[in-house]
């Protein structure tokens, strides 16, 4: 079923550590895209980013790195590249991330939301994501005093793009609030790649098929995807020590 919603903005806040185990969160009904979706990210850039196009090659840059979600496990999840968003519609079935906010859904400590209600069974078929310009935003590099990076905002908003919700592990990519020039979020961690992996590694199969003794479901929250995930948790399946 195809429906309008919206979920899993990101707010202003303090960015809290915690060494609480693993816990992420999967939007429901945990679901995924087909294949990677490729974004087209608004080629206008913001205003306040004076990076020299407005933060548009920086962020195209943390949505593909190997630092982020490309990065944690399972092989090329998302692609992205500059270009218009002009034709900005939600649920067309073409991912875009706008600098602005057309719907007008995003305000108050809101900084980005995305539009995670757009699928068919367990299919993702559009994700469109939409920023809030009443905030001052930065791109890495720059000088920041009280602006926001762009970079990590988006990072954050692609992993509910990807089938992610909010997790109460602070640090994490995917912890619900930022606080201001911090770009942590665009690195992934230990807790955003074990949920992005139960996702999307071994094309999102059942992860204790891979062990007729189902041991590996006991190992993290979900299972472990054999190697996938066996430096973080340990012996996966039958494939014998790490």
């Given amino acids: 079923m195809n429906k309008r919603s919206l979920v899993g903005p990101l707010a202003i806040g303090a960015l809290a550590m915690s060494t609480a185990a693993s816990a992420f969160v999967l939007l429901s009904p945990q679901r995924t895209w087909s294949s990677p979706p490729d974004y087209t990210v608004d080629s206008r850039g913001l205003s306040s980013v004076t990076d020299g196009n407005g933060g548009v090659t920086r962020t195209v840059s943390a949505i593909v790195s190997n630092s982020a ?3 944690a496990g399972s092989g090329t999840v998302v692609n992205a590249h500059s270009g218009s968003v002009a034709g900005f519609s939600l649920g067309d079935g073409v991912p875009m991330l706008n600098f602005t906010d ?9 900084l980005a939301a995305t539009f995670t209600g757009f699928f068919n069974g367990s ?10 310009t009443a905030h001052a935003w930065a791109s890495l590099g720059e000088g920041c005093s009280n602006e926001f990076y762009i970079e990590g905002v988006m990072v954050h908003e692609i992993g509910h793009a990807l089938g992610l919700g909010h997790t109460n592990v602070g640090g994490a990519t995917m912890f619900p609030s930022v606080s201001a020039c911090n770009n942590g979020p665009a690195s992934t961690e230990a807790d955003d ?3 992005i992996n139960t996702l999307y590694a071994n094309g999102g199969a ?15 929250p979900g299972g472990c995807w054999c190697d996938s995930q ?13």
């Fill in 206 to 220: 059942d992860p204790d098929s891979c062990d007729d003794s189902n041991t590996c479901g006991g190992q993290a």
């Fill in 193 to 195: 790649e074990a949920g």
């Fill in 123 to 132: 299919t993702i078929t559009d994700a469109d994501i939409v920023t809030n």
């Fill in 102 to 110: 057309p719907i007008g859904a995003c305000s108050g400590n809101c």
């Fill in 69 to 71: 979600w490309n990065g």
């Fill in 230 to 242: 066996c430096v973080q948790f340990g012996d996966c399946c039958d494939d014998g020590p790490c």
